[in-house]
């Protein structure tokens, strides 16, 4: 089950393999989530997301774009505490955003990393481009 992020939680968010240095309230501000799978109670995987109006190449073009009326539903940090929840918590992520109005596409804002690259071409994602910082994958909604 996907759920929000709960306040009792929030220190997870300092194992956050990517982004740890974004604190919570940025990453729940202005169309801005942070979600988990849980299982039995357990938290088994967490991805921040961001609503944008547009895809963003690097993290402050993320933040600038921000949107809760955006048409963009971004990815930008995902990591998991079990084999395999990484690819259910961005699968269900997708598979969500049929329920979220005006959302027409789904994309990563991923580090430069050969893991990231192969996470997300293995689960489907096509590659977009390359910035200076961060890449973009799309998954097909």
């Not at 979600?35 to 547009?54: M, Q, R, Y």
């Not at 048409?71 to 269900?92: D, F, L």
């Not at 329920?99 to 071409?121: C, I, Q």
């Amino acid at each position: 089950m996907l759920r929000c992020l709960s306040k009792e939680e929030v220190e997870l968010l300092a194992e956050d393999p990517v982004r740890p240095h974004i604190s919570f309230n940025k990453r729940t501000e202005n169309g801005r989530s942070v979600i988990v799978l849980d299982k039995d109670g357990k938290v088994s995987a967490v991805v921040c997301t961001a609503i944008c109006n547009d895809i963003p190449i690097s993290e402050d073009e993320m933040f600038d774009m921000a949107d809760d009326n955006g048409n963009v539903y971004v990815a930008y940090t995902v990591w998991s505490y079990g084999k395999g929840s990484g690819r259910e918590i961005i699968n269900q992520l997708r598979d969500n955003i049929s329920d979220m109005p005006g959302l027409n596409r789904m994309v990563t804002l991923s580090p430069l990393t050969e893991m990231a690259e192969k996470f997300h071409l293995r689960n489907g994602a096509k590659f977009l481009r390359k910035g200076e910082t961060c890449q973009n994958f799309e998954y097909e909604v």
